[in-house]
């Protein structure tokens, strides 16, 4: 009797192993997924092209001279700009000019770049200052590089940052100017206070323009030299006048 219950256990203990492994195998699992590689992504230069002034002092550093005596019509001043435009605006693209060059015989990337180039600086164009004639007639002075001017900018307080990644060209002149009136005036303000320092002790009678017969500044000199052109334009004006009345009388 002991023994029949035994094998009623043990067959009921095998029908229930062999049930709780077929539900095991046939649970469904999770799906199966292929592990395809990815595809490849297809390279595409399409490089930010900007003037800014950072791209035009490595312009200038690459080349050698001030930006001002760039010669659109040189191969290799113009693939120099297409170059810093693009390394000096591309964060993470980093090669040297040799290697640039060798994208550029690639005719449609070029076209591209110098196009969105033309577009800047015509954009660009209808806010430069426009030039005196004093300033185109006088050849003999030698143009400064830009790096020198902004650098000189940025020492007197101009925000390095704006200066050389976020200023145009155009707006250039516009700090210069501030910076040269400032300068003046400090200029002028130090001599004034000069010449109050010393009046007790020299004989203010021998200086007749007060301060000025101290130190003259060249751009006093400059102002002196036009008022006596005025002056002799008009004296010519009332000479020949009076010469042509007393002709008709």
């Known amino acids: 009797m002991s023994l029949f219950i035994t094998i009623i256990i043990i067959v009921f203990t095998l029908v229930t192993v062999v049930a709780i492994i077929d539900s095991k195998c046939c649970r469904p699992g999770p799906p199966t997924v292929v592990n395809s590689p990815a595809p490849r992504k297809r390279f595409r230069f399409d490089p930010k092209v900007k003037l800014n002034i950072q791209s035009i002092i490595r312009w200038e550093q690459l080349r050698g001279k001030s930006f001002s005596l760039m ?10 700009l297409l170059y810093t435009t693009t390394v000096c605006n591309n964060e993470g693209k980093m090669y040297t000019f040799e290697v640039f060059r060798h994208t550029l015989s690639n005719e449609k990337i070029t076209r591209e770049m110098v196009m969105a180039l033309e577009r800047e600086t015509a954009v660009l164009a209808q806010f430069q200052k426009k030039q005196k004639e004093d300033d185109i007639a006088n050849h003999d002075v030698t143009p400064g590089m830009i790096g020198e001017l902004v650098a000189t900018l940025i020492m ?3 925000d390095a940052h704006y200066a050389l990644e976020e200023m145009e060209l ?3 002149p516009i700090y210069i100017d501030a910076y040269e009136r400032r300068k003046k005036e400090q200029m002028e303000s130090d001599r004034l206070w000069t010449y109050y320092k010393i009046l007790p002790h020299i004989d203010a009678s021998k200086l007749k323009n007060g301060a000025r017969d101290l130190i003259t500044f060249p751009w006093e000199e400059m102002e002196d030299m036009k008022e006596a052109e005025r002056a002799l334009a ?5 000479f020949e006048l009076f010469m042509n009345n007393g002709i008709n009388t």
């Open 71 to 80: 010669d659109y019509a040189d191969k290799d001043d113009v693939d120099a």
């Open 156 to 158: 007197a307080g101009l």
């Open 170 to 172: 155009c707006d250039l």
């Open 234 to 238: 008009e004296d010519a004006d009332i």
